[in-house]
């Protein structure tokens, strides 16, 4: 079976996706797609329970299963379907780029059972992103950082680091690591490419391959999670310049089915 894992980035539209996935899973299923029940929270959620069974440490989420149980009941769940793909999504994941080991065994453990997993990730412009991201760890998060400390350890570092998890800037940086600690391929597409038009959902089904009936119902799809701007305009204007100095996108992939 070929599994497409959805790894984020954060706020590049993944709870969006999620939710879609999720809601239409019967649809999906009827194209020959699976959305696995196993390493969800709840049925509108991603799979952040399987992110948070093989990344270290604790999140600040309850209820996540340690020890591979998770992986075990999903690799399971894999064993006794009959859908020729499987689709799995959570923004946790990306944090897999920092434990090496861990990315290498989950990739192993899906060869191992007979599959071809296949990475999938949307990156967005880093000033958007910094916007977005210091919301989301502000208001959500816990953070009581300033904005400019937020974007100076950003800029720095080529990421910021809260509560022991890494949010990567440095995408380029980024995408060789997580390349050489794996063999199956990852893709990287444009989330502000993909948003055009309210598309990303769309986009998303056509990466994984689903047919026209789907991406008609993907038209519909809500906006989740959307972020606002905590600093003046100025200061996100100033901020954008120094980050796009900083960072360069990486190269990315085609809208267009990856295999």
């Keep these: 079976m070929k599994i497409f894992l959805?790894?984020?980035?954060?706020k590049t539209g993944t709870k969006t996706v999620q939710w879609f996935l999720r809601d239409q899973a019967e649809a999906l299923a009827r194209e020959g797609f699976l959305v696995p029940q196993s390493g969800t929270?709840?049925?509108i959620a991603g799979h952040h329970r399987l992110a948070w069974d093989i990344v270290p440490g604790p999140f600040p989420q309850a209820g996540a299963e340690t020890g591979g149980e998770i992986l075990k009941d999903f690799l399971a769940e894999l064993a006794v379907s009959d859908a020729?793909?499987?689709?799995?999504?959570?923004?946790?994941?990306?944090h897999l780029v920092d434990w090496p080991a861990r990315l290498k065994a989950l990739e192993q453990a899906l060869i191992a059972a007979g599959h071809n997993p296949e990475f999938i990730m949307f990156v967005r412009s880093p000033d958007s992103y910094a916007k977005s991201l210091y919301?989301?760890?502000r208001m959500r998060n816990g953070l009581h950082w300033g904005f400019w400390r937020f974007v100076m350890q950003a800029i720095t570092q080529g990421f910021v680091d809260w509560r022991g998890r890494r949010y990567h800037f440095d995408l380029r940086r980024y995408a060789q690591a997580w390349r050489r600690a794996t063999s199956c391929p990852l893709h990287i597409y444009s989330y502000e490419e993909a948003a055009v038009d309210d598309g990303l959902v769309r986009r998303f089904l056509e990466i994984i391959g689903a047919g026209h009936t789907l991406q008609v119902l993907a038209r519909d799809a809500l906006t989740r999670n959307e972020g606002q701007a905590l600093m003046p305009a100025t200061v996100q204007r100033l901020a954008g310049i120094l980050l796009r100095r900083r960072f360069s996108a990486p190269s990315f992939t085609s809208f267009k089915t990856p295999y």
């Design 6 to 10: 959805h790894i984020g980035t954060h």
């Design 41 to 43: 929270l709840s049925t």
């Design 135 to 137: 919301w989301q760890l």
């Design 84 to 94: 020729h793909t499987a689709v799995v999504s959570s923004e946790d994941f990306h």
